[in-house]
């Protein structure tokens, strides 16, 4: 199974600052079946990217990934107040369809 | 636009069962690859299993044997059972629609399972 390490595990930053997170594999994912995901208190998580790198449907542009292999980073250019939440990286190519422990980002 | 309606907050004992399900409303014509993920309180995503289309199954290791994925297709809804529950299995447990190459695609607002004596 492949595990998925994120980092940091809290950050901090404020409104208008830029957010990059982290996703390390511990091996190669195929096909770069690596997603991302917001989750909000109370709420169910909502996919952001996927394929590392493609926005999902109605996610605005200031969130983007990259990366490939086994590692991988979501990047937001400019905060915005609503963007404070956890953040989850899974791959989803093969079964078992393993989860990073969540990187929270706060004000 | 399709939503996946949950069942409602379970409360069991120790060894009991709790069944979830999840119903594709909006659209109960269309089978859909289904996942199920838990999250304990504080805690992080955890993928439990999969059902896709062709009604073939698979779980993660640590639920095999435990957990039962079915589906009642006339009615458009998924089922997850979890047996021989323990204080560990509380958690929230989602459904989320899968689709390959993108991932979870749409989730369910979640069912909270609490097990205590």
Redesign the interface.
């Known amino acids: 199974?492949i595990v998925l390490t994120q980092s940091p595990g809290t950050l901090s930053l404020s409104p208008g600052e830029r957010a990059t997170l982290s996703c390390r594999a511990s091996q190669n994912i195929p096909g770069n079946?690596l997603?991302w995901?917001q989750?909000k208190p109370g709420q169910?998580?909502?996919?952001l990217l996927?394929?590392a790198s493609?926005r999902?449907t109605g996610i605005p542009d200031r969130f983007s990934g990259s990366g490939s292999g086994t590692d991988f980073t979501l990047t937001i250019s400019r905060l915005e107040p609503e963007d404070f939440a956890v953040y989850?990286c899974?791959h989803?190519g093969i079964?078992?369809?393993?989860?990073?422990?969540?990187t929270k980002l706060e004000i | 636009q399709v939503q996946l309606v949950q069942s409602g907050a379970e409360v069991k004992k120790p060894g009991a069962s709790v069944k979830v399900s999840c119903k594709a409303s909006g659209n109960t014509f269309t089978i859909y690859d289904i996942?199920w993920?838990r999250q304990a309180t504080g805690q992080?995503?955890?993928?439990v299993g999969?059902m896709n289309p062709s009604g073939d199954t698979?779980s993660?290791?640590k639920f095999q044997g435990r957990v039962s994925l079915t589906r009642n297709t006339s009615v458009g809804t998924y089922y997850m059972e979890l047996n021989s529950l323990r204080s560990e299995d509380s958690a929230v447990y989602?459904c989320a629609r899968?689709i390959d190459?993108?991932?979870?695609?749409l989730?369910?607002?979640?069912t909270m399972v609490t097990v205590s004596s």
């Open positions: 199974e079946y997603a995901y989750q169910a998580p909502r996919l996927y394929g493609s999902a989850s899974q989803y079964p078992p369809y393993t989860f990073g422990q969540g | 996942n993920v992080g995503l955890e993928w999969w698979g993660a290791q989602y899968y190459g993108q991932g979870f695609v989730w369910g607002q979640g």
